[in-house]
C-alpha cells in the first residue's frame, strides 16, 4: 500500500544515471517505458537500455526527453560519434525524429530538437559541464520540470538554460563536481531582481 501511495505522488520519472547495464535491466526499462504513463526522461543507462531503438520510447503514452552525449546519439542512430559531432544539430532533429521524443544533445551549444521541428541551442555553458555527474544534475532539472507540468519541449529548454546558468555560477575550473552546479540551480532559476 506504501508503495502505490508513493507513486500516486510522481508526476514524472527519470530513467538511467546508475541504473546498471544488466539484460534484466533492459527488460525493466523496457516495461516501465511501456507501462507509466509520466513524462519520462531517459539519460545514461536508460539511453543504453534502448540500444539502436530509439523507437522504444515512442511507443509511450506518454512524452519522453532523451538527454544523449554526442557517443550515446551515435549509438541511437548506429553512426559514427565522429559524424554526429561534425553535425550536431542535423543529428539531433534525426533522433527527434526516429524517437518520436524531445532529445537534448549535450555538448558545446546543447541542442534541444522536437520532433515537429522546434529547436533550441543553448547560449553559454562551460566546461565544467563536463564534469562526471553532472549530466546527472540536468537529469533531475528536466525531469523537475516536466513534474511541474511543463509542456515538454520548453521543460527541456529551460532545464538547458538553467544547467548551463548553474554550471556557470559554480564553475571553479577543474575542481568543480557535479554537486557544485546542483547547489548553484536555485540561483540560476531565480528571476533576476528589479
Known sequence: MLQ??????????????GLGRTAGTTAAVEQILRRVELPAVI??????????????????????????????????????RAEVEESRLEAAQELAGSSR????????????????GRLAV??????????????????????AF????????????AAVAAHARAGELADRGDGTIASDVLDALPEAIRPPHG
Open 4 to 17: 502505490q501511495t508513493q507513486a500516486g505522488r510522481v508526476a514524472a520519472i527519470a530513467i538511467g544515471p
Open 43 to 80: 539519460d545514461a543507462d536508460g539511453l543504453w537500455h534502448l540500444g539502436d531503438r530509439p523507437e522504444t520510447a515512442s511507443a509511450r503514452v506518454a512524452p519522453a526527453v532523451l538527454t544523449p552525449h554526442s557517443g550515446e546519439a551515435a549509438r541511437l542512430l548506429g553512426r559514427p
Open 101 to 116: 521524443c524531445i532529445v537534448v544533445l549535450k555538448g558545446p551549444g546543447t541542442i534541444t530538437a522536437a520532433p515537429d
Open 122 to 143: 543553448a547560449a553559454g555553458g562551460t566546461p565544467a559541464l563536463s564534469t562526471a555527474g553532472t549530466g546527472d544534475v540536468l537529469t533531475g532539472a528536466v525531469a
Open 146 to 157: 516536466l513534474a511541474k507540468g511543463v509542456e515538454p519541449f520548453a521543460a527541456a529548454a
